[in-house]
C-alpha cells in the first residue's frame, strides 16, 4: 500500500510547480553565468556532467575550495573526481547534506532537478555569505518553453523524490535481536527470518562497500588538496625568496658599497632592519620545500621543515617591531631631493621589480600570516595516521602563535600607511603636524557639515581633523586642510533620530565646534563609538591614576 502511494506521488505534484521549477532552472543559469561571466548551454546536464565547470564556479566563492580541476581529460575516474570535489567544496560551505545530489544525478543525467536545487541552495548560502556575490531571483516575465507531457511527468517523478529536511532529534542504535522481534511482527509468524538472514549479510556488505567507498572519495580529495597547497607553498615561496634578493641587490646593497649613498648609515638600519638574516633564512627554506615538493607524493611530510626553522622564525619579530618605525624614516628621508632620486632609480631597475620600497618592505610582515593560512588548510586535509599529521599540527599551532603577534604588528604598520598617507596628501593653509610620536589612525567618513558642503572626517587616537575633499574625476587625489581639534577638550553628542551628531568643547556648556551629519545612522553610530572608544583609552594614558 505504502509503495503505491510512493509510486503515484508524481500525480500529486501540480503542473504549476513543474513551471516553477523551469523558471528556478534557468534563474540558476543566469546565476551562474554572471558568476563565470560566460555563456552557457541551455543542456544544463551536458555542460556540468565533467564537473569542470562546477569546480569553476566554486573557486569563484572561495579560491582553495577544489584542490585540483581535472581539464582536458577523457579518463572518467578523474571526470569523476571533479564532481566529488564539488559536492565536498558545497557541503564545507554550508549545504545541507538532503540538499546535495547524488553522484549519478548528474553523472548519468538521471535526476537533473536534484542538480538544480542544489545549486539553486549554493546560491542562496553564497548569497548570504559573500557581499559581492550576485543576487539570486528568479525573473517573473521569463517564460519557460512548451514541454511535452512525457517530459512533464518526468519532472513530477523526480520532483516528487527531492528529499525533505532530516526531522532534528538523534537516532537510537537498537541492538540487533529487537530487529528481528520486529520483523517478526511485521512479517508475521509463517516467514522463516533464518532464510532471510542471507540477504541481510548481503546488505551488510553492500553497506560497508558504500562507506569504503566514501572514505576513498574524502582520501582522493585530501591526497589531492595536499598535493595543491605543497605546490602552492613552494611557488609563493620562490617568489618571496627572489623578492627579498631584488630588495637586498638593488635597493641596500648600493648603500652599503657607495663611497656618498643616499641615506646615513643609521637611516639605513632603520629602514631595511634584519633583511639580510631574513633573506638567508628563507633562502635555506625555500631549497629544504623545493627537495620535498620535487619528489611529492601521498605519505610526504612538510610539517618537519618548519619545526625545524621555527626558533629561527624569531627573527621577524624584530623586523616587524621595528616596521612602523621604518615606514616613518622612510617618509621622512624620501622628501630629500637624493633620496627621492635613488628611490626612483631603483624602482625602474630592470631587477626591481617596478615595486616601490614599501611594498618590499610590507612582504616579511606578510608572510608569516601566509604560512599560518597554508599550513592550516594542509593539516585540515591530513589525516590521523598519516606521518606528517602530528608534526604538521604542532607546526600550525606554534605558527599561529606567531602569527598572532605578527598581525598586531601588521595592523599597527597598515595604521601607519594610513596616517603617512593622510599627511602626504593634507594641503591648504595649516601648521598641523600631522606624523606625531604615539599618533594612530583609526577611522575616516564621509560627511555633510553646517552648509551642507561635503567634507572627510579624520578621527586619530587623539585628533579629529576635518578637509575637503579634491577629486578629479572619481577619484580623490588631494584634501584640503579644514579644520581639526583635540579629543581631549570635546565630547560627540548625538542629536537623536536621523543622522547628525555635534562635536562640542568641553565646560563651555556645550559649545558647537561642528556638527556633521554622516551617510547613514549606521555610519553616525559607528563614529559616535568610535570617538567613545578613543576618548576613554585617551582619558587612561593621560590619567592613569584617575581612570584606575
Known sequence: MEATSLAEAWKKVPDESVVEFLKRQHAVKVWM??????QLDEDLSRILKSGVVLCYLMKKFDERSIPQIHEDTTQIFKQKDNIYFFLAACKDLGVPDYKLFRFNDLWEGDN????????AELALIVEREYEEAPHFSIDPKWEPPEINNAEKIKLKKLMSKLRNKPVAGQRVKISKNVVLQKLKILAGNGV????????????????RGHLQRQKHRAMVRNVAYRDHVAREILSTEKFYVESLKQLITVWLAPLNTASKPALKADEVMKIFSNIEIIYQLQTQLYESIQMIVKDWHTFACMGSIFLQIMDFLKVYAVFVQNFTQSLAVLERV????????????CKRHPGGGSLDLPSFLIMPVQRIPRYNLLLTDMVKHTWPGHPD????RS???RISEIAGHINERKREGEKMQKLLFIANHLGGKHR???????????LEGLFNEGSKEEVIGFLFNDLLVLAKPERKGAATTKYLYKDSVQLAVVQAQDLGPGKAFEIQKLGQKGKVLFRLEATSENDKRSWLDAIRDV???LTQRLNPKKSA
Open 33 to 38: 553565468e554572471t558568476i563565470l561571466k560566460e
Open 112 to 119: 537533473m532537478v536534484a542538480v538544480v536545487e542544489c545549486l
Open 192 to 207: 522463516d527470518l533464518k532464510k532471510m538472514e542471507p540477504g541481510f549479510v548481503r546488505f551488510q556488505s553492500v553497506l
Open 334 to 345: 624620501q622628501k630629500r631631493k637624493e633620496v627621492a632620486n635613488y628611490f626612483e632609480e
Open 389 to 392: 599529521y602530528e608534526n604538521l
Open 395 to 397: 607546526a600550525t599551532e
Open 432 to 442: 598641523l603636524e600631522l606624523v606625531a610620536p604615539g599618533r594612530t589612525f583609526v
Open 535 to 537: 576618548k576613554s583609552d
